[in-house]
């Protein structure tokens, strides 16, 4: 070592170097809200430069659905990689799966097919695709019993308008955005955006409300709701009363609930002014505030097996309500845009 080198400053890494120099991926993405791991491993691969088709060797995995799988139980040396090669934290990856407040049962299944009255795994929302600074699919675009999107109050898609393929990302061999159809290329963004009736979006709202997995696995009644979801199909009659919820396509299960919450397939009331008061005075005895998660499984599993002829499920001797009046109940005390309208076609 020379003089000159004795006295030279000390040279160390910037702390916003350290990485460049780390065994993590160059580019990291941030999960986003109510984001699938799926979903934040496409853009992942999308950002590094990997299709995700080529993306799944990475992880050591086989083809197929594999990111999809994941969205269902995450192993520990994928989540510990991730960790290493990205910083997300494994609990943080945990919480992007579906094992941590969704019902199993009501999840839809992992396939996809061109029968377009058959479920297919994912839905989604062009609208908040369009929205997002880097579109990603939620969570709960994977239960059978979402049909409309939260945010926007339209209908989901589960298959691009365009070649009526399923959503396929996983399957991407091209370097191209998650948004984009595997099959056609077309853009989901621009995907049309279905009509849903303001009842449905009720009966679909009061049903995700309520069927957090905690809230059912807490309540006795939470395996007959479930039950009765599933068959919401034969409750609703008409084309599709032989299937099950999780097996049919979006358009299909919207269908159902159409049925369901639709004053036409109801009998009509003849009750006169006193009987309506003293039906809309024993309606706020029995409706609940909207906190009491079990009494309101209760009460649904209750209102959609009368809409058969089903037994209730309540203890006591108090008889059900309708589902239409639940709805219209239910309406009342939820806030939000159109509630007006909501109120007026139910008949509140």
Known sequence: MTT????????SIRERYRDVVSDRWPVTVAPQADELVSSWLHRLAYANGVPPKAFVRVLGLNPGMWSAALDLRLPADIANLLYAKTGVAPDRLAAMTLSQDLPG???????????RDSSAWLQFCSRCLTEDAQPYFRRRWRLATRVSCTQHGCRLRDRC???HGCIAVFDQAGLVPQHYCVACGYDLRRAPVPYISPTT???DRCIDNICSLEAIAHSPFGPMLIRRLLSMPSAAGGYYSTMMLTGLSTAARTYCAERLSSRSE?????????????????LRHLIPPTSDHCAWIELLANALGRRRGRPVVSEGNEPGIKLLDLLGAYAGMRPGPGRRLVQELIGT
């Open 4 to 11: 000159a080198d004795a006295h030279a400053p000390a040279v």
């Open 105 to 115: 049962q009501l999840l839809l299944p992992l396939r996809y097919n061109r029968d």
């Open 161 to 163: 308008p365009s070649c």
């Open 201 to 203: 979006r009720t009966l």
């Open 266 to 282: 109801w009998p009509v009331d003849y009750a006169t002014y006193d009987e309506k008061d003293r039906k809309a005075r024993r």
